[in-house]
């Protein structure tokens, strides 16, 4: 054979291996699918650490790699079907005036209403409702003018008030009404707000890096919600600014709080094995900008009564809370809470109480809903503003950049502390909010401790939004460094017989 031949006949034979995504999305779509690298592993016929190591960036081969990369894939169908199922706000058609007089489904954005309620743009008598909200299919039949595209975020007028009630037939006195806007056209990119602040405050400062970082600290609140309106360019749906709020979210006193329960953690392990033990206290990084993820309600809050959950709306529910019988393992998903009875609770906490009562964990009873708060929501209301964040933190962090990386920083944690009626963001009061993201910290933290347990750790500790105390391996669960997804250490210490007997921090505080 010649040589012309040989490499013929080689090419032949040579096969292109299966593309796998990158090492944080592997481990990213497992854990979403709430799945061990052990469960995992026994279906791929590898141990734990293999699965660990493909996580890391190393890449399997050969048939393995195949059965992998099938996975993968499964598990990315798998989860898109599950975020367009959860998600109520669909793409709605390019003419919604075409679906006055089509049947809708039960799954559908659109809702037949049984009693026809006033229209949120016009307040005149609509029969359907969208994403939660009255509205008029037909724009001919709405009294209200028509959006004009690319209006997306009207801003709230100066005289505007926290707590201004509606008006009558329905319609807000402040903040910006919701319009399903279809499907727009997005914007032009624009230079990265974040990257040309950071670069005019250095050369403002000399480049004097402490001067520079502290000017950037000063203006995070601002410069946050910059980038938000910069974000929601093209979305569909506007945000209510200022909508009128319940009593249950109103400060009861001048200095004081509201009567919602955020679930916070303060849990520690009220008994250890005999001996010595050395703990691990591992720090989450990026707590609150994780949680910009999650379910917000859009509009003003409803009231509803009733046992019910609608997983198409969010906001607070007064729940009663089952009984936790775990607490020797596993902190209680209400928090430290020593009033018995019932409380205000979150969304995310509702949800991650439902999930734990249902048939894959059955660690507690459903709990009993008396009466809610809501909106229609989405999942997707900040997620431009918390991936335009995160890219500019991941860049930061790659590069050694700690201006920029403590302006991030700044920017999502004053722009959660600022939602609710603060002196320093008159821009966006929404209380609402506020608690939501906090609690989807707290919920995150949870979770990464039913993770730690379910994987043969003794979780010691778990504090606020970003602290959890471990014994054993934890770098075969978790991986290390400062990526939304890993974690780093805080502390290494040795206890005894007494828990109690370390002089550890107890603050949660959220770290970058």
Not at 227 to 232: A, E, I, K, N, T
Not at 352 to 360: A, D
Request: glycine share 8%; aromatic share 6%.
């Amino acid at each position: 054979m010649g040589d012309f031949e040989a490499i013929d006949a080689l090419l032949a034979r040579a096969g292109k291996a299966v593309p796998l995504p990158p090492a944080e999305e592997r481990r990213a779509l497992r854990e979403e699918l709430n799945l061990s690298r052990a469960q995992l592993a026994r279906a791929l016929g590898v141990g734990p650490s293999t699965v660990g190591g493909w996580e890391s960036g190393r890449d399997p081969s050969g048939e393995v790699r195949e059965k992998y990369a099938y996975f993968l894939e499964g598990a990315r169908t798998k989860l898109a079907a599950a975020a367009a199922e959860d998600d109520p706000v669909q793409e709605p058609e390019e003419d919604v005036s075409g679906d006055a007089g089509r049947d809708v489904g039960p799954d559908d954005e659109v809702d037949v209403l049984a009693v026809a309620r006033p229209c949120v743009l016009c307040g005149q008598p609509a029969h359907h409702e969208v994403a939660g909200y009255p509205q008029h299919l037909d724009p001919a039949e709405c009294a209200a003018a028509p959006p004009t595209p690319g209006s997306e975020q009207i801003p709230a007028t100066s005289d505007a008030r926290p707590h201004s009630r509606p008006r009558p037939g329905g319609r807000p006195a402040g903040g910006v009404r919701i319009v399903p806007a279809g499907r727009r056209v997005q914007p032009a990119d624009t230079p990265d707000l974040v990257v040309s602040a950071v670069a005019a405050a250095l050369a403002e400062h000399s480049g004097d890096v402490e001067a520079a970082t502290a000017a950037l600290t000063k203006r995070a609140i601002p410069d946050a919600m910059a980038l938000l309106d910069h974000s929601r360019k093209g979305g569909r749906y506007d945000v209510i600014a200022h909508p009128w709020l319940p009593d249950i979210l109103r400060k009861q006193t001048s200095r004081g709080a509201d009567q919602i329960w955020e679930a916070r953690p303060k849990w520690t392990r009220p008994e250890l094995p005999p001996g010595e033990h050395e703990v691990t206290a591992l720090d989450v990084n990026g707590a609150y900008l994780s949680a910009l993820k999650t379910h917000l309600p859009i509009g003003q809050l409803e009231h509803s009564t009733g046992d019910h959950h609608d997983r198409r709306r969010a906001g607070v529910h007064l729940i009663t809370p089952p009984v936790w019988e775990h607490d020797a393992v596993l902190p209680n998903p209400v928090g430290s809470r020593d009033e018995p009875g019932p409380l205000w609770v979150t969304e995310p906490t509702l949800r991650l109480l439902l999930r734990l009562s249902g048939p894959k964990y059955g660690l507690c009873d459903p709990p009993r809903i008396h009466e809610s708060w809501t909106s229609g929501a989405t999942e997707g209301l900040l997620e431009k503003f918390r991936v335009a964040l995160k890219d500019a933190r991941d860049a930061a962090i790659a590069e050694g950049d700690e201006v920029t990386l403590e302006y991030v920083k700044a920017m999502y944690s004053k722009f959660v502390s600022t939602l609710g009626e603060s002196n320093y963001n008159r821009e966006l009061y929404r209380t609402d909010w506020m608690h939501l993201i906090r609690s989807q910290a707290f919920a995150n933290l949870w979770w990464k401790a039913h993770r730690a347990y379910d994987e043969g750790l003794m979780v010691v500790r778990a504090m606020g939004t970003d602290e959890l105390h471990v014994i054993g391996d934890w770098q075969a669960v978790f991986a290390e460094g400062r990526g939304l997804t890993e974690v780093k250490v805080k502390d290494v210490y040795v206890v005894g017989a007494d828990p109690y007997s370390d002089p550890h921090t107890e603050d949660g505080r959220d770290d970058a």
